[in-house]
């Protein structure tokens, strides 16, 4: 076997190699596509329902500061936990699609409420709740992968040339 023949035969495998695996992800590109759209329509979902809850803790957070009673508060508290049953159904209807590490943060979410709810006023439970939001919050833009891209946004934005404002007469 001479030289030419040895080059053009590993040539040939390198070829055959290369379109494999161009076919290979041509067929499953598009399938992570989907699945990347899925998951944002269930961060969407899933965070739209969390807002509300937080809205709805900051109500009982703000009437417990009032000290309108147990009765009140316990009822309050229900409404909160019923917000959370939305915030729950969403999460579980997008559960399948959403990563492990994002699905035990908002499965732990449930236990940190309880606990903030049944902290006296004199705690603070209003700032505690907004630390866990803010966490849930930003693992999830994270996840999503908005971090850097608004890093890489805020990069490209102070590099462009400021032009002059035009001096009022």
Known sequence: ?????????????IMFGVGIYLTFKARTEPYRQTLYSKQLDGYVEIVNALIDVYKTAH?????K??????????ELS?????KYSAF???HKKWVVVLPKE??????????????ILN????????????DVYIEIIA???KAIGTEPLSEETLKLITKVPREEKPKLD
């Open 1 to 13: 076997m001479d030289w030419l023949s040895i080059i053009s035969l590993i040539g040939g495998f």
């Open 59 to 63: 109500g009982v957070f703000f009437a």
């Open 65 to 74: 500061g009032l000290k309108l009673g147990k009765e009140a508060e316990s």
């Open 78 to 82: 229900s409404i909160v936990m019923n």
């Open 88 to 90: 729950d159904h969403k």
């Open 102 to 115: 994002m699905n035990v943060l908002f499965a732990n979410f449930r236990k940190d409420l309880e606990k």
């Open 119 to 130: 902290l006296p006023f004199k705690n603070n439970p209003g700032k505690l709740f907004r």
């Open 139 to 141: 693992k999830t833009r």
